[in-house]
């Protein structure tokens, strides 16, 4: 399996940006499809958006088009999450995942490895 390490969360007011970094380690990361979820309090994990193995297809949810954006870099083990025009509601932890199936709706199930999560909370 493939480690995961999140960085980059934090607090940020509304409006603002944050890039989140997942570092992988153990195999090959263009072995996999990468994908973010995000869990606020009280809700279930949700889809954000994923990445297939070379990085030219991404998948998004509804609620961030136009304002995040998915990329990696196979060479330096990392997936990255850019988030603009962050809101309150974009208040979560979120969570790299890598997986091996690639389809137009992408759910946790198909994601096997997880890391710990990163705190984004956006202040209003």
């Known amino acids: 399996q493939v480690q995961l390490v999140e960085s980059g969360g934090g607090l940020v007011q509304t409006g603002g940006s944050l890039r989140l970094s997942c570092a992988a380690s153990?195999?090959?990361?263009?072995?996999?499809?990468m994908g973010w979820f995000r869990q606020a309090p009280g809700k279930e994990r949700e889809f954000v958006m994923a990445?297939?193995?070379?990085?030219?297809?991404?998948y998004y949810a509804g609620s961030v088009k136009g304002r995040f954006t998915i990329s990696r870099d196979n060479a330096k083990r990392t997936v990255y999450l850019q988030m603009n025009s962050l809101k309150p509601e974009d208040t979560a932890v979120y969570y790299c995942?890598?997986?091996?199936?690639?389809?137009?709706?992408?759910?946790?199930?198909?994601?096997?490895?997880w890391g710990q999560g990163t705190q984004v909370t956006v202040s209003s």
């Open positions: 153990g195999r090959t990361l263009s072995n996999y499809v």
């Open positions: 990445i297939n193995w070379s990085g030219i297809s991404t």
């Open positions: 995942a890598a997986g091996t199936l690639w389809r137009a709706t992408m759910s946790s199930s198909d994601f096997g490895s």
